[in-house]
């Protein structure tokens, strides 16, 4: 992936080449660490190595020596480390040069009755999948709580209220989002043109500015 990153290659876009990147650098950089990673690094990113310290894989060390320090760190390195990117790396472009620059379609199709399987499988995949990355992430906000403060479990009701916080905060961007854009094309629709705001540089262009700024 270093050789393809840094060779003529990596200059290939994953789209069309009069297409403009959906979000800015800043902004899909900060997107892969906090979905990618997110809360897991947070938690885990200290609380692995210390477990390792203390409780190393069976028939390698002993626990609580300088040895177990090392094994540790090595089994932080290996399970967070660049090599797990490389791989999602290489599958990410693989699929996104067929699809979005090559435009090439589903080997089985859409419409057929083996690609409405495969689609509905893959969102039902999806939602038990977002389903539990939520469900862990209020889980370990609870107990990161109950350390920090130490007021004791907080119980079913309060690892909800974390859940519904973590979704609700999702949830919101997309509806403000939307709204704007159904705002948009009503003020497009009705009297845009007959403002003499000019339909084709400034108002799309503050669509432009607004609607990444909502990204």
Not at 57 to 65: E, F, I, L, M, R
Not at 116 to 140: K, P
Not at 145 to 169: D, K, N, P, Q, Y
Request: with cysteine; aromatic share 12%; proline share 5%.
């Amino acid at each position: 992936m270093l050789f393809v990153g840094f060779s003529r290659y990596g200059r290939i876009p994953l789209g069309r080449d009069d297409e403009e990147p959906e979000f800015s650098m800043f902004s899909w950089i900060s997107m892969l660490f906090a979905a990618g990673m997110g809360i897991g690094l947070v938690f885990w990113g200290a609380a692995e190595p210390l477990t390792f310290f203390e409780t190393p894989p069976p028939g390698t060390v002993q626990a609580n020596t300088l040895e177990a320090m090392h094994t540790a760190q090595a089994q932080v390195l290996y399970h967070w480390g660049p090599q797990a990117w490389a791989f999602y790396a290489l599958v990410g472009a693989a699929i996104a040069y067929g699809a979005f620059r090559r435009g090439r379609t589903p080997l089985k199709g859409t419409t057929g009755p083996l690609g409405r399987t495969i689609d509905i499988f893959s969102i039902i995949v999806t939602l038990f999948g977002t389903a539990a990355s939520l469900s862990l992430g209020a889980l370990q906000i609870g107990h990161g709580v109950e350390i920090v403060t130490g007021i004791g479990e907080l119980g079913a009701r309060r690892s909800r209220l974390s859940s519904r916080f973590l979704t609700r905060s999702f949830t919101l961007r997309i509806r403000i989002r939307k709204l704007y854009n159904i705002l948009y094309r009503l003020w497009r629709s009705c009297d845009g043109c007959d403002l003499g705001l000019g339909c084709a540089g400034g108002p799309l262009a503050h669509h432009r500015i607004v609607s990444r700024g909502i990204r």
